[in-house]
């Protein structure tokens, strides 16, 4: 019998996580065809075309190591969001950053203040590291954030607090007063972590200004990624933006290679395609309609939602429609996983797919 090492006892509460299931898989173990998969909040619209052109002549270097310190993308993105070249910290997704955030400022008993239900990575960031996660609830109907109960839930233990701002899976956001209010009322020492991945979707007047924050030195750091609207998630690389102290203080724990050449070339030259930015926004918006009207027409209330996908109430177990979707060609998130077992996260997608998944769900919520 093999004799390992003891587990450290803080990871026994970690569950491995469970991603959406990709289309190839069902497919696979259902025997069916054409399934659509709208459980990742991916772009369905795929990459940026330009940064397919740029992957195709990135390819050629591949024998050599990335640059460690993204030259080329961290200027851009300094100059994009004036902000200096320091203030950048690049990740493998920006899934990498919250490990990265807790493993630089978390101690076994230190503490972090998050909302419930959101992004399972910062709870799994804390486990890591030996620390308590507490939640503060979203209120309402429409999940509203309320960070004057975020701030009361801050002790002298606290390090970080955890917003996801539009928020996964509730597609609700802070607005910007109610965040320059609570930054305002930060005890020194917490650092707030702003998961920005769905950013870009916020419709134009919505969004939240957090580069103003950090320009003037508040302790906030934004996580942005390449996976969502710039369609790549399969290339893995996000970034975050903070003052320049946190970020020396993150590049301690960073992996000197942790981003391929290939996602920095096309990473690049994403940002530079404003036309697929633009479908992209676009198909999101009609989408949202489009969506919300079919479920309307099933009697449900979808929550009104600033992202790429958007959660409901079924007002039965999710688990079972969520199965029966599968079967039928469409995999959505369930709502258990996020603590809301009568909710289904959908992903919104082409029109086509959209008007397919409101078809299959109006026959099983029938059956
Ligand atoms: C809120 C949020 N943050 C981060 C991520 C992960 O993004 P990345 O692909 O950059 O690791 C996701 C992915 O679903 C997300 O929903």
């Known amino acids: 019998m093999m004799q390992k090492p003891q587990l450290r006892p803080c990871l026994a509460l970690i569950k491995p996580y469970i991603p959406g299931k ?45 640059d460690g310190y993204c030259y080329d993308l961290r200027l851009a993105i ?11 910290v690049f990740g493998n997704g920006s899934d990498e950053l919250p490990s990265m955030i807790a493993a630089a400022y978390i101690s076994p008993g230190d ?39 975020v701030r009361a839930a801050i002790t002298d233990r606290t390090r970080l607090v955890f917003i996801c701002s539009p928020n996964n899976p509730t597609g609700s956001a802070v607005a910007q007063k109610e965040l320059k209010r609570f930054l ?19 419709p134009a007047g919505a969004a939240l200004n957090t580069l103003q924050f950090i320009r003037e030195g508040c302790p906030l ?32 724990v960073r992996e000197p290679f942790n981003v391929n050449s290939a996602a920095q070339a096309a990473a690049l030259a994403a940002l530079q395609d404003e036309q697929h930015l633009q479908r992209s926004r676009d198909l999101v918006e009609k989408g949202k309609e489009q969506l919300a009207r079919g479920l309307q027409e099933l009697g449900l209330r979808p929550v009104p939602t600033q992202a790429n996908f958007i959660f409901v109430d079924l007002r039965r177990d999710a688990k079972q429609v969520f199965l029966e979707l599968m079967r039928r060609g469409v995999i959505v998130r369930s709502g258990d996983i996020f603590g809301f077992p ?4 959908v992903t919104i997608g082409t029109a086509e797919q959209n008007a397919l998944f409101l078809e299959q769900l109006a026959a099983v919520l029938a059956g």
Do not use: W
């Open 111 to 149: 503490e972090a203040v998050s909302i419930k239900p959101t992004f399972s990575e910062y709870e799994f960031a804390m486990c890591l590291m030996g620390g308590n996660i507490n939640y503060v609830p979203l209120v309402g109907n429409d999940f509203r954030f309320d960070l004057e109960a």
């Open 342 to 345: 009568t909710y289904i996260r």
């Open 221 to 252: 750091i934004t996580l942005r990624t390449f996976s969502k609207i710039y369609g790549l998630a399969g290339l893995r690389i996000g970034y975050g933006i903070a003052p320049a102290p946190v970020i020396e203080d993150l590049n301690r």
């Open 78 to 88: 300094a100059g994009r969001c004036g902000i200096k070249p320091e203030q950048i």
């Open 184 to 202: 305002e009322s930060l005890p020194p020492g917490v650092l707030v972590v702003l998961d920005e991945a769905y950013h870009e979707y916020a």
């Open 22 to 66: 990709p289309a190839a898989e069902v497919e696979r173990e259902l025997g069916i065809k054409n399934v659509i998969k709208l459980a990742s909040n991916e772009n369905p619209l795929g990459p940026a075309p330009l940064a397919l052109q740029a992957l195709q002549q990135s390819l050629g270097s591949l024998h050599l190591y990335p």
